[in-house]
């Protein structure tokens, strides 16, 4: 089998999850005897391949261009959404131009509409997004849950490597790209409240932003950038809890590589992270009274017995390409 996968130009740039689960995924893949190409440009060259696979519908714009020339060609076409409706977080992180996004939002709504209507199968990473799309968009296109994945490695995480390096243990950890999705600062505030130090590890998308969190979080927040995977993991096994409050998470892969390295862990209510994670993990919504207070919890909490079993019978990249493989099986029939 032969697949061709397709994400927004700037996925290999700004990695973020989407990048993450198609390049996972198509790893996984082809570990499987699938043959798969990326890319990020349109294409009408489909000659070579079974079936193609789109990423993201949010930015929808280049998603239509490949979904416009795929549908042309005749080619299958199954379509992993990574949806959740950001109007809450277009409206409150930038009150100027909310206008401005709520028109956009509204202006390319006909494209996505098009664009699940149009696929031959839909791949939702969890229920809840599945039936937030069928309620949105009044679907009819058949679906199959694929949940995200995570790398067995963070299962053995060991603190040592961090800590000898950064110098540093038993601090609130939030690894993730520095921008107002992931709610950064609300977590500063909220800790500095509660006099815990905070590492942020992850990129800076928004420069604007980052300097807000600089300012908010002087004397008290380390910014280590971005770190591979094998840093990542260790200052996981080195922190006291993570902290994802973003506005919303589908359901957030460091969540599921932080509770599989064996973190307490404190997340956003918005998404499908209970979804995953059940009574698992300590949830918040963005607001910084109510981070606050499942952070207090969490750190005055033992850890969920089970969370890393639970993560890695059921989400690895290995048994997420199976069920990706089982799901292609079932267009090409």
Not at 64 to 93: H, R, T
Not at 263 to 288: F, H, I, N, Q
């Amino acid at each position: 089998m032969r697949v061709l996968m397709q994400n927004r130009a700037s996925m290999f740039r700004m990695l973020a999850g989407d990048s993450v689960q198609m390049n996972k995924t198509r790893e996984a893949l082809i570990q499987l005897g699938v043959e798969v190409d990326i890319k990020t440009q349109p294409t009408a060259d489909f000659a070579r391949y079974d079936l193609v696979h789109l990423f993201n519908i949010i930015p929808i714009e280049e998603t239509y261009q490949f979904y416009q020339k795929a549908k042309a060609y005749g080619i299958p076409i199954v379509l992993s959404p990574i949806y959740w409706d950001p109007q809450e977080f277009l409206i409150n992180i930038d009150r100027a131009r909310k206008d401005h996004f709520l028109a956009w939002w509204a202006q390319t709504k006909p494209l996505r509409q098009e664009v699940l209507d149009g696929v031959d199968l839909l791949l939702p990473n969890g229920l809840v997004e599945q039936e937030l799309l069928r309620k949105e968009f009044k679907l009819m296109t058949p679906a199959r849950l694929i949940p995200n994945g995570v790398d067995p490695l963070f299962y053995y995480a060991n603190p040592e490597k961090f800590t000898k390096r950064f110098g540093a243990k038993d601090f609130v950890l939030c690894v993730g790209r520095i921008c107002r999705r992931k709610n950064q600062l609300a977590l500063i505030k909220a800790a500095r409240t509660l006099n815990q130090q905070v590492i942020l590890i992850g990129p800076i998308n928004d420069y604007q932003y980052y300097q807000e969190c600089r300012q908010e979080g002087e004397g008290q927040v380390r910014f280590l950038g971005g770190l591979n995977q094998s840093w990542i993991a260790s200052a996981y096994a080195a922190c006291s809890v993570h902290v994802l409050p973003s506005w919303y998470e589908t359901p957030g892969l460091v969540n599921l590589e932080a509770g599989l390295a064996g973190c307490k862990l404190v997340t956003t209510d918005r998404g499908t992270a209970r979804e995953y994670l059940g009574e698992m993990a300590w949830y918040c919504s963005p607001e910084v009274y109510s981070v606050k207070d499942a952070l207090r919890q969490a750190l005055y909490s033992p850890p969920y017995s089970g969370l890393k079993e639970h993560i890695l019978a059921n989400y690895t990249w290995d048994r997420v390409a199976r069920l990706t493989l089982a799901a292609y099986q079932e267009v090409l029939r």
